[in-house]
């Protein structure tokens, strides 16, 4: 009688029968945090928990490697040629009238919220964010006003805007998420947590504690660092050898990006040992991401993101929750747009017609299983360069109606945007293929792609050398997912 108990519990709880109290969700997000060049280091502690007891993606990627589109896209599951927030300006959609009125009202903590979630939100939101009023969906809303920054900085806090000159961003973060779960434990609803700290974006300022610590260590030396490459779209190509006080640099914002992620692992910690006090771990989803990655040095580009090279699409990506499998490296390649209806899953909700990613629930749940699902899958990655007569910089070479951008003086006059720096990306992931086909959207209508199994630095552009029927299926490809809206993003082939 007590095994034919036993076998029942475990079926039902197995299909879903039996009710589990409603899980929590903590997601952070991190700012320009890399992971090609090893950006998960300083993250000893938090690496190592959400790696033993959940699972680490080794192919997730940004939908749109730049801050305010790959936030947005989070938020609402769906690429940025659907909420058509497409660059870090209010012209280019961040934080625009189209996002407020449209895109806004139905993002993640909005449902979330709806279905009785009480949400919190503390950290950079979007970069064109400026303390109006707090964005719907927030039960309680710290948000930082612009763009990254640690110090001397105004944050919207509910109600009111408050400013804030020698408390290190981080750490006030930190304060204001543990004040918010041990006054949330003692209600019945669950929680929504989504977590913004400034590191790893510039302007790469540590906390006192941390400055030095990684002053031994230099930018890592790819084989394609301070390597010009002449097989390249044309900013990348037209690329010279940084000279050597660009090169420290580089080598001193690699050290600063590592410092500053050390309070980010102090933070997570201490979350992760609220929530074990208060019994609430094993109920909660912790999601670990940034919104893009960045490069330092590769192919003789200083320091940006904005390049559809793994260092800059690829993002961080662990997971530990109920049902998640510990000690699991996950191949199955996901998108920032996936998070959205996962998420949604796991609280058990619908997800919405509009949003363009897939739930990987299942997936997560197959790694138990001996016999698992292909691993194919297709990512699309979309970028739209910003360069135009406000972007020029009188103080470096060149002509406004060049229209360059993000050109600055420490990095030696490198401008690492342009307007012809406008791209789709294709990430193809097969059983036995791993490859990355770009066309870029300039005078020449250039191709890029690279073999990621054979060239995982990405060194030599294959794609003038594919066969005719792959180039014309990845243009099928791209035609269909650029204008692709809910569950017409979900392409096999």
């Known amino acids: 009688m007590i095994l034919y108990i ?22 952070l997000l991190t700012d320009d945090q890399d992971v090609e060049l090893h950006g998960l280091h300083p993250l000893q502690k938090t690496t190592e928990f959400l790696t033993e007891y959940g699972t680490k993606f080794t192919n997730a990627y940004t939908s749109t490697p730049l801050c305010c589109p790959a936030r947005a896209s989070l938020l609402t599951g769906q690429y940025a040629h659907n909420h058509l927030t497409f660059n870090n300006s209010v012209n280019g959609g961040c934080n625009g009238h ?58 919207r806090e509910n109600r009111r805007n408050v400013s804030y000159a020698d408390i290190y961003l981080t750490d006030m973060l930190r304060d204001r998420t543990v004040k918010f779960i041990h006054n949330v434990r003692k209600g019945q609803n669950p929680f929504f947590a989504m977590i913004s700290p400034p590191a790893a974006h510039a302007p790469f300022t540590p906390a006192p504690r941390h400055k030095g610590v990684f002053s031994h260590v230099r ?35 690699f050290q600063k990006r590592w410092e500053t992620l050390l309070a ?22 912790i999601i670990y991401t940034s919104d893009n990655g960045y490069h ?11 390049q559809p090279y793994e260092t800059d699409i690829k993002v961080p990506l662990l997971i530990r929750g109920p049902y998640v499998p510990g000690s699991i490296l996950m191949n199955f390649a996901v998108s920032l747009v996936d998070l959205m209806p996962t998420i949604l899953e796991w609280v058990g909700l619908s997800v919405p017609n509009y949003v363009d990613g897939r739930s990987f629930k299942d997936e997560l749940l197959q790694q138990h299983q001996t016999k698992r699902q292909s691993q194919h899958r297709v990512l699309l990655v979309e970028y739209w360069g910003e360069g135009n ?22 990095a030696d006059c490198h401008c690492q945007d342009a307007w012809n720096n406008t791209y789709t990306c294709i990430r193809d992931f097969r059983d036995n293929l791993d490859r990355i086909y770009c066309e870029f959207y300039d005078t020449e209508n250039f191709i890029e792609a690279y073999d990621l199994i054979q060239d995982p630095y990405q060194l030599e552009n294959i794609g003038y050398e594919l066969l005719p029927s792959d180039r014309t299926l990845y243009g099928y490809l791209i035609g269909n997912l650029t204008i692709c809206a809910g569950k017409s993003c979900h392409i096999n082939y």
């Not at 519990?9 to 039996?18: A, L, N, P, S």
């Not at 806004?104 to 009480?118: A, C, D, F, I, S």
């Not at 394609?224 to 580089?250: E, G, I, Q, Y």
């Not at 330092?296 to 904005?306: E, S």
């Open 6 to 27: 036993s076998i029942l519990f475990f079926i039902d709880h197995t299909i879903g029968f039996i009710q589990s109290p409603v899980p929590n969700v903590l997601l």
């Open 98 to 155: 189209h996002w407020r009125t449209l895109s806004e009202p139905r993002t993640l903590p909005v449902l979330l919220q709806k279905h009785g979630y009480h949400t919190f939100f503390a950290g950079k939101y979007l970069n064109q964010y400026k303390g109006a009023e707090v964005p719907p969906g927030w039960d309680t809303f710290y948000g930082l006003h612009g763009n990254s920054r640690y110090y001397n900085y105004t944050i």
């Open 219 to 253: 930018a890592l030396r790819t084989p394609s660092f301070n390597a010009p490459s002449k097989d390249k779209h044309w900013l990348v190509r037209t690329a010279k050898r940084l000279p050597n006080t660009t090169v420290f640099t580089v080598d001193k914002y």
């Open 264 to 285: 980010v692992d102090e933070m997570m910690m201490a979350i992760i040992t609220l929530l074990k006090k208060y019994q609430c771990l094993d109920n909660t989803y």
């Open 296 to 306: 330092l040095g590769q192919f003789a580009q200083p320091f940006d993101k904005r």
């Open 389 to 410: 007569d406000e972007t020029y910089n009188s103080e470096c070479p060149g002509k406004q109606t060049d229209h360059l951008a993000q050109c600055t003086l420490d």
